[in-house]
T-cell receptor, first 115, second 115 residues
Framework: DTGVSQDPRHKITKRGQNVTFRCDPI?????LYWYRQTLGQGPEFLTY????????KSRLLSDRFSAERPKGSFSTLEIQRTEQGDSAMYLC?????????????FGPGTRLTVT | AQKITQTQPGMFVQEKEAVTLDCTYD???????LFWYKQPSSGEMIFLIY??????QNATEGRYSLNFQKARKSANLVISASQLGDSAMYFC????????????FGDGTTLTVKP
């Protein structure tokens, strides 16, 4: 499968614990995006990378959230001291270029439940 | 700021009939792309169709077509000959600029196809 992959697919954690998610984009894509989606809503942008550089972060991305893409390939999203409000689907997407005509290909998502 | 508005939380259509899902957008940038995605209950986001702001003709992809009315800032999705497998959540999204980063999504429309 040469699509975007995410791991794990599901994560249940207790409030206050740290969690880390991984995203592997399509290999030739230089752009990688993270979105968060809550039930009944559209995805909300969190951050994106071009190669290893983090180019934009949303105001939604509090100090408890950090994302990395160290070698310009896979990316990790870490949430520290999780809160119940962090429960959501975390979607990763990649695209070939930055122009508006290039669609983003989405992974299957990581569903986080904070108890 | 960019904004996508989908005013139909839920839509019903009879199998084999056509259905139109509404989307209006707001941006001051003359260069943008409009996208429609399908999200089945399994959660993955599936790209359906793309329309560029400078495209003269409406986009079509199989049973999907995009009714692009630039002056009205609308980009409605038309699904012809609906199938039971079309039942899903549908999102309209926009990317802006010649070096577009994030996508901005609407809140989606839940389509139910009746047999």
């Amino acid at each position: 499968d040469t699509g975007v992959s995410q791991d794990p697919r599901h994560k249940i954690t207790k409030r206050g614990q740290n969690v880390t998610f991984r995203c592997d984009p399509i290999s030739e894509h230089n752009r990688l995006y993270w979105y968060r989606q809550t039930l009944g809503q559209g995805p909300e942008f969190l951050t994106y990378f071009q190669n290893e550089a983090q180019l934009e972060k949303s105001r939604l991305l509090s100090d408890r959230f950090s994302a990395e893409r160290p070698k310009g390939s896979f990316s990790t999203l870490e949430i520290q001291r999780t809160e119940q409000g962090d429960s959501a689907m975390y979607l990763c997407a990649s695209s070939l270029q930055g122009t508006a005509s290039y669609e983003q290909y989405f992974g299957p998502g990581t569903r986080l439940t904070v108890t | 700021a960019q904004k996508i508005t989908q005013t139909q939380p839920g839509m019903f259509v009879q199998e084999k009939e056509a259905v139109t899902l509404d989307c209006t957008y707001d941006t001051s940038d003359p260069s943008y792309g409009l996208f429609w995605y399908k999200q089945p209950s399994s959660g993955e986001m599936i790209f359906l169709i793309y329309q560029g702001s400078y495209d003269q003709q409406n986009a079509t992809e199989g049973r999907y077509s995009l009714n692009f009315q630039k002056a009205r800032k609308s980009a409605n999705l038309v699904i012809s000959a609906s199938q039971l497998g079309d039942s899903a959540m549908y999102f309209c999204a926009m990317r802006v600029g010649t070096n577009a980063g994030k996508s901005t999504f609407g809140d989606g429309t839940t389509l139910t196809v009746k047999p």
